[in-house]
């Protein structure tokens, strides 16, 4: 039971950081500045994911979509974990 909340709590962060990406892509925060730099090694995304991304330049404000969809799918599964049965246990 107490796994559940690691992961969900793991996933959760993972998303968050996920989300500030998508915040700074779009306020354009230059990746030669030496913290966004850092930010976005940390945060790089598996290239096969990247392809939603194909059509928007590289440089400047953008809304990278596959980052989006990674955060949100992140935060979606750790909700789920975090929720688990806890509504079953309430019945009994």
């Known amino acids: ?3 559940r909340h690691i992961a969900a709590m793991l996933l ?11 915040v700074l892509r779009l306020f354009a925060a230059r990746p030669s500045n030496p913290v966004f730099g850092w930010f976005f090694a940390v945060t790089t995304l598996p290239s096969w994911l990247s392809t939603l991304d194909a059509g928007q330049p590289r440089f400047g404000a953008t809304l990278e979509f596959s980052t989006l969809v990674l955060a949100l799918g992140c ?8 929720r ?9």
Request: glycine share 20%; charged share 15%; aromatic share 12%.
């Open 12 to 22: 959760g962060t993972a998303g968050a950081l996920l989300l500030a990406r998508v």
């Open 84 to 92: 688990g049965r806890r509504g079953y246990s309430r019945q009994r």
């Open 1 to 3: 039971m107490f796994y």
């Open 75 to 82: 935060l979606a599964l750790g909700f789920a974990l975090g």
